[in-house]
């Protein structure tokens, strides 16, 4: 991860493409190559065939990590990655590039990117439940989705997953609703 610019927004930007990841898994859709690039990971783009496909077939077991999240304890979703985190390969150095300030990577350059992507899913919920617990993860408020958003908000007041459609079309229902009810 190299594009934010603090320790906290990369961790955020990190679980993103985490939710992303596991929401494109559970719709039949997954590919990482793009949805990590979008993610800010700058080695998605020229990634080798093979490191794709090994990625795309760990993540299928990571995922559903995250996807427990919403509804698990903060004690329990620790218990959780610390079961990952026995058997991560990290190799952590303090680096600054690419004008960005000094900044954690978990592995060195010379991993190969699904190991760099999986240490960096791992390494970021770990922060995150050590800081916040679970309580940024959500599940889409709207009637027919199921999908997971993280919370990146000051005051998380997030409801909706990141399809604009989820957010109108309740709007409108909770409006109709409201007007039947004479209010
Ligand atoms: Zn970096
Ligand atoms: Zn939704």
């Given at each position: 991860m190299h594009v934010a610019s603090t320790a906290q927004s990369e961790i955020r930007i990190t679980l993103e493409a985490f939710v992303a990841l596991a929401n494109d898994l559970a719709a039949g859709e997954l590919d990482a190559r793009s949805t990590l690039a979008n993610g800010g990971f700058s080695r998605a783009s020229g990634a080798s065939a093979a490191s794709i496909q090994r990625l795309s077939t760990r993540l299928v077991s990571l995922t559903q990590l995250v996807a427990e999240f919403p509804e698990c304890s903060t004690e329990e979703a620790l218990a959780r990655v610390n079961e990952e985190l026995t058997e991560l390969p990290i190799t952590p150095s303090i680096v600054a590039h690419d004008g960005t300030g000094p900044h954690m990577h978990?592995?060195?350059?010379?991993?190969t990117f699904d190991d760099q992507v999986i240490a960096d899913l791992v390494m970021a919920s770990a922060q995150e439940l050590v800081e916040n617990?679970?309580?940024r993860f959500g599940r889409c408020a709207a009637a027919d989705c199921e999908r997971l958003f993280y919370d990146g908000t000051r005051n998380r007041s997030r409801r909706f997953c990141d399809d604009p459609r989820c957010a109108s079309k309740t709007h409108t229902a909770d409006h109709r609703a409201r007007r039947a009810g004479g209010v």
């Open positions: 978990w592995t060195p350059n010379t991993a617990g679970t309580i």
